[in-house]
């Protein structure tokens, strides 16, 4: 059963406390994508990794961190200095490394609320 | 660096009409791309429409495109409940190294 997968599906975070997102995919694909999305906005790009050891910041990587091990893991960690974590998280993957030039493929996301 | 704005911002139709949805979007494409999010769901992708085409259809689904007006718009022929959800335009950063979305439209179709 191929596809993108995201755990856990809810996460409660402490103020101060680091908590990581999961993101698996069995599709092979190069490129991996991690987005937030607040209430009755659009998605907004946190980081990006086009091959494997290497990611690029998107536009609002500040507070987060990522990394990229293998092929199929695209971890993402929200820090303690992200100060209005509270959101849904997107994870993505694509063939293409360049974006845009094939179909995203998203992951069932992962509602992050601080308590 | 938001690229797509989709119009309008939210739509309530009856079952049986049809929905048209709007993206445009500020710089030069090489192509555009529609995805639908179901409530509390991951993005699904409905279509993808090259610079060098038109008009696209896929089932119940008809996009357009208009380079030179910068737009796109899509199309939900005779509408059923099970539609019901936003609809998101993407388009490639300038870099291109990701896609951009638009703040989405959100369809209800009710029964």
């Known amino acids: 059963d191929g596809g993108i997968t995201q755990s856990p599906k809810y996460l409660f975070r402490k103020e101060g406390q680091n908590v990581t997102l999961s993101c698996e995919q069995n599709?092979?694909?190069?490129?991996m994508y991690w987005y937030r999305q607040d209430p009755g906005q659009g998605l907004r790009l946190i980081y990006y990794?086009?091959?494997?050891?290497?990611?690029q910041k998107g536009d609002i990587a500040e507070g987060y961190s990522v990394s990229r091990e293998k092929k199929e893991s695209f971890p993402l960690t929200v820090t303690s200095a992200q100060k209005n974590p509270t959101a849904f998280y997107l994870c993505?993957?694509?063939?293409?490394?360049?974006?845009?030039?094939?179909?995203?493929?998203f992951g069932p996301g992962t509602r992050l609320t601080v308590l | 660096s938001q690229q797509g704005e989709e119009d309008p911002q939210a739509l309530s139709i009856q079952e049986g009409e049809n929905a048209t949805m709007n993206c445009s979007y500020k710089t030069s494409i090489n192509n555009l791309q529609w995805y639908r999010q179901n409530s509390g769901r991951g993005l699904v992708h409905l279509i993808l429409?090259?610079?060098?085409?038109r008009e696209k259809h896929s089932g119940r689904l008809r996009v357009t495109l208009d380079t030179s007006k910068k737009s796109s718009s899509l199309l939900i022929t005779a509408s059923r409940a099970a539609d019901t959800a936003s609809y998101f335009c993407?388009?490639?950063?300038?870099?291109?190294?990701?896609?951009?979305f638009g703040k989405g439209t959100t369809l209800s179709v009710s029964s």
């Open positions: 990794s086009q091959i494997v050891n290497d990611f």
């Open positions: 429409i090259r610079s060098n085409e």
């Open positions: 599709l092979n694909h190069d490129a």
């Open positions: 993407a388009t490639v950063s300038q870099a291109g190294t990701a896609l951009i």
């Open positions: 993505a993957s694509t063939w293409d490394r360049l974006a845009g030039a094939d179909t995203q493929y």
